[in-house]
């Protein structure tokens, strides 16, 4: 059964940049075609999606944040990663990776790691 | 970007009732449409995609309708552990979530 696992810092101070992985178990990250996803939710908030990888590396972002992320997929650890440069209060949120139901470009999301907070405080 | 707007943004209900939450596109996204269930401290859980279909799992009692501009998800005869906040999110475009609908107990 795929699982998804999300690790990194909890604490990240203003205008550093935020780093996950995610940890993909049970299956292979590059024997699947899937668009890999990042999705955040603020404390108290809604959920936004923050952009996706496919296992050969191409990627699509929000644009509201495209200039500050990077999503990157690591085929030999099976595991992909998110950074987001200069970070402020308003990246707090809880940060989760999920794949999508299908292998098209865009979909549901029908697999969730449980989610990390990631809190941006000096 | 497509916006998709929720309503209502919370609700109140009793054990047994029929709810209905509508999503609303600034413009048509065909069926690419999610519903999805969320649990405090808990990650989304996906009930519906491609608007009606009903995700592996879940119970019958969830229903998802529409196309283009107009969706509901509907949730006959309203159980305790449906209390949760409940987001469509569009897929037709690059991904999109409503600002959700809170369903509490009346």
């Known amino acids: 059964q795929l699982q998804l696992q999300e690790s990194g810092p909890g604490l990240v101070k203003p205008s550093e940049t935020l780093s996950l992985t995610c940890n993909v178990s049970g299956g292979s990250i590059s024997s699947s075609s899937y668009y890999w996803g990042w999705i955040r939710q603020p404390p108290g908030k809604g959920l936004e999606w923050i952009g996706s990888v496919y296992y050969g590396g191409t990627t699509f972002y929000n644009p509201s944040l495209k200039s500050r992320i990077t999503i990157s997929v690591d085929t030999s650890k099976n595991q992909f990663s998110l950074r987001l440069s200069s970070v402020t209060a308003t990246d707090t949120a809880v940060y989760y990776c999920?794949?999508?139901?299908?292998?098209?470009?865009?979909?549901?999301?029908?697999?969730w790691g449980q989610g990390t907070m990631v809190t941006v405080s000096s | 970007a497509i916006q998709l707007t929720q309503s209502p943004s919370s609700l109140s209900a009793s054990v047994g009732d029929r709810v209905t939450i509508t999503c609303r596109a600034s413009?048509?996204?065909?069926?690419?449409l999610a519903w999805y269930q969320q649990k405090p401290g808990r990650p989304p859980k996906l009930l519906i995609y491609?608007?009606?279909s009903l995700q592996s799992g879940v119970s019958s009692r969830f229903s998802g309708s529409g196309s283009g501009t107009e969706f509901t998800l509907t949730i006959t005869s309203l159980q305790p552990e449906d209390l949760a906040t409940y987001y469509c999110?569009?897929?037709?475009?690059?991904?999109?979530f409503g600002g959700g609908t809170r369903v509490e107990l009346k």
């Open positions: 999110q569009q897929f037709y475009s690059l991904p999109h």
């Open positions: 491609d608007a009606s």
């Open positions: 999920a794949r999508p139901l299908t292998s098209v470009a865009y979909d549901a999301f029908d697999i």
């Open positions: 413009q048509g996204i065909s069926s690419a």
